[in-house]
């Protein structure tokens, strides 16, 4: 499974680490992805997303119907 939010399509970031001695090795920063369940009423089932946790607020403001459709027409399967 990717680490990549749905509705908002976060990614992880990569980078390095620096060490005190100033050795650089790669590491990434990964999005605090969730997978949540939410009723959909327009059709009468539940939609499972994965989401960062920004998006989630960003649900509980506009609403599922208007996120679900924010997603498919990006192209995302719901």
Not at 43 to 64: C, F, H, K, M, Q
Request: with cysteine; glycine share 10%.
């Amino acid at each position: 499974m990717s680490r990549r939010c749905q509705l908002t399509g976060r990614e992880p970031g990569f980078g390095r680490s620096v060490s005190h001695s100033h050795r650089r090795t790669s590491r990434r920063w990964d999005p605090n992805i969730q997978s949540r369940r939410y009723w959909f009423p327009a059709e009468g089932r539940y939609v499972r997303l994965r989401l960062s946790t920004g998006a989630i607020r960003t649900i509980d403001r506009i609403g599922v119907d208007a996120a679900v459709r924010l997603i498919r027409a990006r192209g995302g399967k719901v």
